[in-house]
Structures are given as structure tokens and as C-alpha cells.
């Protein structure tokens, strides 16, 4: 009887290592952005991304290192569908000097609505304004970073921290 328990216990650990090999785990990857922020809030966006996670709690990442409209200046973001279809929460994410290092890497979850989605990186101008202005960053629709608490709606590091 001890020897049929070791061959199943044996038989789990194999396949449990076996499937383990065989998940796909998103990377922390640095997807380049250029667009016109528009005037009077209208909405810019990139192509789109495939965010295969099954979890809101898997966070997507946006990092501005440029506004022409100025250095610490705010643009807001969020991830949509193809069709209009807000699929995140929204953050204002203040730029950087200017220089592709810097800026800070802001990791915000998803909603239900971004599982298993093509999704893209939304933005518009934090306040109503006439003025458009140009941005650079750095996103990623999916980063394998998972949220501290399921409270949290996003949180900040440095670059490529």
C-alpha cells in the first residue's frame, strides 16, 4: 500500500512540474507610445494589445517620460477596447523631464471587461483645455504584477522598477 502511494504522489509531482512549465507568464515589457494629446479631453490611443490574464488584479503599466505641455504636467489614462469600452480604472500620470528614463511606472489593475481582451492605452488632457500637446512613454497591457490588496486600484514605482 506504501509503495501505490509513493507511485501516486510520484505521478501528482510529475504533472504538477509538467504544467508548470506549460503556463505563460506575462512579462514587465516596455511597449513605446507617441500620440497627440488632443484638445477639449477628445480621446488618443494606441493599437491595440492581446491581455490574455484571466485576473483583474493583474496589473497593466503606463509610464509618460515626455509632454511637450511641460515637465509635471498630468495626462490621464486608461486601457479600452477597440470599441470605446473603458475595461480600467483612470490615472493621471504626471511627465518626466523629458529623457526616456525618466518618469515614474504606474501599475493599475484591470476590470473584468480587460480579461482575455484586445485592449489599448487611452489617453486625454487631465484638464479642459484648447491647447493639444504631444506625450512619449512607455506601456504594457499586461505585467504579471499583481496588486497588494484588492483594495488597491494602482500603485507607482520608479522606472523600470
Request: hydrophobic share 25%; net charge positive.
Amino acid at each position: 500500500m506504501k509503495k501505490v502511494r509513493v507511485i501516486a504522489l510520484g505521478t501528482i509531482l510529475a504533472c504538477s512540474i509538467g504544467l508548470g512549465t506549460l503556463s505563460v507568464e506575462a512579462g514587465n515589457d516596455n511597449l513605446g507610445y507617441s500620440f497627440t494629446i488632443k484638445k477639449e479631453q477628445a480621446n488618443s490611443y494606441t493599437g491595440t494589445e492581446y491581455r490574455q490574464t484571466t485576473t483583474e488584479r493583474n496589473t497593466w503599466k503606463v509610464r509618460m517620460y515626455k509632454s511637450t505641455e511641460g515637465t509635471n504636467t498630468l495626462t490621464t489614462y486608461w486601457l479600452e477596447k477597440s470599441n470605446g469600452t473603458n475595461v480600467s480604472p483612470a490615472v493621471k500620470v504626471k511627465a518626466g523631464s523629458g529623457g526616456e528614463n525618466s518618469g515614474r511606472n504606474h501599475y493599475i489593475k484591470g476590470n473584468s471587461g480587460a480579461n482575455a481582451a484586445n485592449v489599448r492605452l487611452t489617453a486625454e488632457n487631465n484638464n479642459y483645455s484648447s491647447n493639444s500637446y504631444s506625450v512619449k512613454g512607455y506601456w504594457d497591457e499586461e505585467t504579471g504584477r499583481i496588486l497588494p490588496s484588492q483594495y488597491n486600484t494602482y500603485y507607482t514605482t520608479e522606472y523600470n522598477k
